[in-house]
């Protein structure tokens, strides 16, 4: 069953004009026909069934039936992840939303290689993943900002799973056993790792807890990917 991302309000017999993309992608690729029955979601109203009411040549036009699943929460979970190279960063939004993560936060560290990226793409790349993965709604994905001013403005209550390269840190499964569920995020630092300063400020945190991945050096997408499935696993919507 396709699955679309559709901003708009979603109410029975509402009609829905799709943009560019969507369209090419149901005219050209799915080979849609009138009256052919799909999925869409908005992140707020639930999943609902829609069919195909026209197929013109520059916009798919779609008819909204009726709701067929509920809109519910998932984790409260934030991914902070240091810009690498396009091509893992891209690989990390991508996983991250498969894993279920609320918002992704780039940040710029010390060691940062990449210094911007292509925000309006890795949204992309989250629409589709969660459009395939069966989620309903699909994670925010915040401009870059600097570390610094990220631990500056940290939001009060919400935990933070530091993942430190050093070495000297509890497995990430022992860190986080005993842990209560609720607002958490993830942090991934850059290829270079994160600066002595950095790691200061950050173990002297009273809302993080440092853990290690374990004894091998990961790449930053390897290491996102595991940190969020363990997370999950622990404390997440994976104990079912």
């Given at each position: ?210 853990a290690s991945l374990g004894p091998r050096i990961l790449r930053a997408d390897t290491a996102a990917i595991a940190a969020l499935t363990l997370w999950q696993a622990a404390l997440g919507d994976w104990?079912?």
């Amino acid at each position: 069953m396709i699955r679309l991302f559709i901003p708009d309000d979603l109410a029975p017999g509402a009609e829905l004009s799709l943009d560019e993309g969507q369209s090419r992608y149901l005219a050209s690729v799915m080979r849609a026909k009138p009256g052919d029955e799909l999925r869409v979601f908005n992140g707020r109203e639930g999943e609902w069934r829609a069919l195909v009411a026209q197929v013109g040549k520059r916009a798919v036009v779609l008819q909204v039936i009726d709701p067929a699943r509920p809109q519910g929460e998932g984790s409260d979970l934030d991914l902070v992840i240091a810009l690498v190279k396009r091509g893992p960063l891209e690989t990390i939004v991508e996983k991250a939303a498969e894993l279920g993560v609320r918002r992704i936060r780039p940040v710029i560290t010390e060691r940062t290689n990449a210094d911007h990226t292509r925000v309006d793409r890795l949204r992309a790349i989250a629409t589709e993943a969660a459009e395939q993965t069966g989620r309903l709604d699909v994670p925010e994905i915040l401009e870059p900002v600097k570390l610094e001013r990220l631990i500056d403005d940290w939001e009060a209550g919400r935990r933070l799973l530091f993942c430190d390269e050093a070495g000297d840190a509890k497995p990430v499964a022992e860190a986080l056993a005993g842990q209560a569920p609720g607002p958490w995020a993830v942090l991934i630092g850059p290829e270079g790792g994160f600066s002595p300063r950095e790691r200061e400020r950050l173990r002297g945190l009273a809302c993080a807890t440092a853990a290690s991945l374990g004894p091998r050096i990961l790449r930053a997408d390897t290491a996102a990917i595991a940190a969020l499935t363990l997370w999950q696993a622990a404390l997440g919507d994976w104990r079912g």
